[in-house]
């Protein structure tokens, strides 16, 4: 799964590419108030919309191998499902994605602190957002994160915004006593 979140959603392009568009002005076309999970998502269905066409991904820097892999992925996972007789369910309710997120990443989750940082809930770990995030300039209440880089301040990776209730309702087993200490 990580491989291609780092990596899909867009790529340095050629020089000419860069001096027409930035990267930045790229990924902000792609952006989602929700957090860089939506924001990777958004950028498949442009890529699925435009018909995986090569050259609108080369015009809007994104990394078409990628997004052919993510691709292959999810056609693996339809297959795998129609032959073990499983339904598929597919949503575009951002709030049920991210709800499905969580359920796997709860243990991930963070809360802004009045002092200016992010806080775990598991150990009330210092985090900041990261400078690449589409949430940078942004400060949601509650998040959840797929991964921590640290350096001169430990950063989160593919942040994605959460309600607080949703803590409680996908997590409730890890999160009972979790709101009476943050």
């Known amino acids: ?3 291609y979140q780092r990596r899909v959603a867009i790529t340095a ?3 000419s590419q860069r001096s027409g568009k930035t990267v930045k002005q790229m990924k902000f076309k792609f952006a989602a ?3 860089d999970m939506i924001t990777y998502l958004n950028i498949f269905r442009f890529f699925v919309e435009n018909n995986k066409s090569r050259s609108v991904c080369k015009e809007h820097l994104l990394n078409y191998d990628v997004l052919c ?5 999810l056609k693996r996972l339809k297959s795998f499902y129609k032959r073990y007789g499983k339904e598929l369910s597919s949503t575009d309710d951002d709030a049920t994605i991210r709800k499905c997120l969580l359920s796997g990443l709860f243990v991930n989750a963070a809360y ?3 002092t200016g940082v992010y806080k775990t809930f598991r150990d009330h ?3 900041s957002i990261h400078p690449s995030s589409v949430l940078v300039s942004e400060r949601p209440k509650y998040v959840i994160f797929n991964e921590v880089l640290g350096s ?13 209730e949703w803590l409680l309702e996908v997590a409730s087993h890890y999160y009972v006593n979790k709101f009476e200490t943050s």
């Not at 001169?152 to 607080?164: A, C, F, P």
Request: net charge positive; aromatic share 12%; glycine share 6%.
């Open 1 to 3: 799964k990580q491989w």
């Open 13 to 15: 392009g050629t020089k």
């Open 33 to 35: 108030k929700e957090g």
């Open 69 to 73: 892999k993510a691709d292959n992925i």
């Open 112 to 114: 802004y602190h009045h």
């Open 125 to 127: 770990f210092n985090l």
């Open 152 to 164: 001169s301040q430990n950063y989160m990776k593919d942040i994605t915004v959460i309600e607080s």
